[in-house]
């Protein structure tokens, strides 16, 4: 087992996921790319100054535009969004690997009197009508129900016919989502916009144990490096200690990880062994690490423990939208600011959309950072690529 530094850690975490160094990913085409490497990217509705999904996509992507994703999503549908760390966005080629999902929520599906009727009358309406909404499907009432994804907790809730049928629908793989308006989704048979040779693939794990040894590498490679610790990364696995360890262990006998310590630490991490030849590039010290500056989004898998990018970065984040005004110690919507393999500080960029104008609310610096020459030109920079992200401009004098 090899050892490395915090700093080879920190390095090789964020070359993994293409946030140091050159551009790996350009875009459209590295957009895609890279939610295939990361296995998911977390959805999340709020748009301050994009949503998640784009703002994950921005730091990393070059040339990025939030149509790219809607366009891989709504037209190319080489991405689909369905549960898996939270309400995600994932890669379409997965869908078999999720089978067990459907297959427990057409199960639990059963188990509500009337709903197998109110379903074969919401696909036989779509089918004949096209994408609906909630409140376009003419199926009313109320009726309990609950979504049979593990992510959820709304248990017996109450809510109208119309949207429970397509919940459960959606869930139960017969719908997918045609697009959004807002947060208002619309939804459409599923038959009709995945090829048959991905809805009727074998699921390629070949009982949960196997599942869930697929949906840790893919956490582990998400993040780069992840220790033998209950992580966040991990949310929505249903992991436990002993399970994790027992997982762990198995995917090394498989040669499919490998276990590295990091100076001063005493827990084990793993990386991907196809990643060795990375591992051996930061080293070695031949790796490209040239820095750059990024706004980081909250969600985004760099962030997903934050607990191990306290350790490795002592850097402590909190996304404060849902604490209350008073108590907040940065702003509403704030974005870590990764420059090279730091993080120096976090901002509050939020783009005035009638004005076109994005305007820094707050900039918060962390202590012991120096400001240079070089790191003003790097914000500059930074905020005009955030504000053409944005359709908005950066207009230093409103900031």
Same mark, same amino acid.
């Given at each position: 087992?090899?050892?490395?530094?915090? $700093?080879?850690?920190?390095?090789?975490?964020?070359?993994?996921?293409?946030?140091?160094?050159?551009?790996? *990913?350009?875009?459209?085409?590295?957009?895609?790319?890279?939610?295939?490497? /990361?296995?998911?990217? $977390?959805?999340?509705?709020?748009?301050?100054?994009?949503?998640?999904?784009?703002?994950?996509?921005?730091?990393? /992507?070059?040339?990025?535009?939030?149509?790219?994703? $809607?366009?891989?999503?709504?037209?190319?549908?080489?991405?689909?969004?369905?549960?898996?760390?939270?309400?995600?966005?994932?890669? #379409?080629?997965?869908?078999?690997? *999720?089978?067990?999902?459907?297959?427990?929520?057409?199960?639990?599906?059963?188990? %509500?009197?009337?709903?197998?009727?109110?379903?074969?009358?919401?696909?036989? =309406?779509?089918?004949?009508?096209?994408?609906?909404?909630?409140?376009?499907?003419?199926?009313?009432?109320?009726?309990?129900?609950?979504?049979?994804?593990?992510?959820?907790?709304?248990?017996?809730?109450?809510?109208?016919?119309?949207?429970?049928?397509? @919940?459960?629908?959606?869930?139960?793989?017969?719908?997918?989502?045609?697009?959004?308006?807002?947060?208002?989704?619309?939804?459409?048979?599923?038959?009709?916009?995945?090829?048959?040779?991905?809805?009727?693939?074998?699921?390629?794990?070949?009982?949960?144990?196997?599942?869930?040894?697929?949906?840790?590498?893919?956490?582990?490679?998400?993040?780069?490096?992840?220790?033998?610790?209950?992580?966040?990364?991990?949310?929505?696995?249903?992991?436990?200690?002993?399970?994790?360890?027992?997982?762990?262990?198995?995917?090394?006998?498989?040669?499919?990880?490998?276990?590295?310590?990091?100076?001063?630490?005493?827990?084990? %991490?793993?990386?991907? &062994?196809?990643?060795? #030849?990375?591992?051996?590039?930061?080293? @070695?010290? &031949?790796?490209?690490?040239?820095?750059?500056?990024?706004?980081?989004?909250?969600?985004?898998?760099?962030?997903?423990?934050?607990?191990?990018?306290?350790?490795?970065?002592? *850097?402590?984040?909190?996304? @404060?939208?849902?604490?209350?005004?008073?108590?907040?110690?940065?702003? =509403?919507?704030?974005?870590?600011?990764?420059?090279?393999?730091? %993080?120096?500080?976090?901002?509050? #960029?939020?783009?005035?959309?009638?004005?076109?104008?994005?305007?820094?609310?707050?900039?918060?610096? @962390?202590?012991?950072?120096?400001?240079?020459?070089?790191?003003?030109? #790097?914000?500059?920079?930074?905020?005009?690529?955030?504000?053409?992200?944005?359709?908005?401009?950066?207009?230093?004098?409103?900031?």
């Amino acid at each position: 087992m090899i050892t490395i530094s915090k $700093q080879q850690a920190r390095q090789f975490i964020l070359s993994k996921q293409g946030l140091i160094g050159a551009y790996r *990913f350009k875009g459209k085409d590295g957009a895609y790319d890279y939610v295939r490497q /990361v296995g998911c990217i $977390q959805y999340d509705p709020v748009d301050v100054c994009g949503k998640n999904a784009e703002l994950t996509l921005q730091s990393r /992507v070059k040339g990025f535009k939030k149509f790219m994703l $809607q366009e891989l999503l709504y037209e190319d549908r080489k991405l689909i969004d369905y549960p898996d760390k939270e309400l995600s966005i994932w890669p #379409a080629e997965d869908w078999p690997y *999720f089978s067990s999902y459907r297959e427990r929520s057409l199960e639990l599906g059963r188990t %509500f009197d009337g709903l197998e009727e109110l379903k074969e009358q919401a696909i036989s =309406y779509i089918d004949e009508n096209g994408p609906v909404s909630s409140d376009m499907l003419p199926i009313e009432g109320e009726i309990y129900w609950h979504s049979s994804m593990h992510w959820s907790g709304n248990w017996d809730k109450k809510s109208a016919a119309a949207r429970s049928v397509l @919940e459960q629908l959606y869930t139960d793989g017969e719908l997918v989502i045609h697009h959004k308006n807002g947060s208002r989704k619309f939804y459409d048979l599923a038959r009709k916009h995945l090829p048959e040779s991905i809805l009727n693939a074998e699921n390629p794990c070949k009982d949960e144990e196997s599942f869930l040894c697929w949906r840790v590498l893919r956490r582990n490679g998400a993040v780069g490096l992840l220790w033998d610790k209950n992580s966040t990364a991990f949310l929505g696995l249903n992991i436990n200690a002993e399970m994790r360890k027992k997982i762990l262990a198995r995917l090394t006998d498989e040669g499919k990880i490998r276990p590295v310590m990091v100076e001063g630490m005493k827990t084990t %991490f793993y990386h991907l &062994s196809s990643d060795d #030849a990375l591992m051996k590039k930061i080293i @070695e010290g &031949s790796a490209d690490l040239k820095p750059r500056m990024s706004f980081i989004a909250p969600l985004d898998p760099l962030m997903w423990d934050k607990s191990l990018v306290l350790a490795l970065w002592d *850097f402590q984040y909190s996304w @404060e939208i849902y604490t209350p005004a008073v108590k907040r110690k940065y702003g =509403y919507y704030t974005l870590p600011i990764l420059f090279g393999e730091k %993080f120096v500080g976090r901002i509050e #960029a939020i783009p005035d959309r009638k004005n076109k104008i994005l305007s820094v609310k707050g900039l918060w610096w @962390e202590p012991g950072i120096r400001k240079t020459k070089k790191m003003d030109a #790097a914000l500059l920079s930074t905020l005009k690529a955030f504000s053409k992200f944005n359709d908005c401009v950066f207009d230093k004098g409103v900031s």
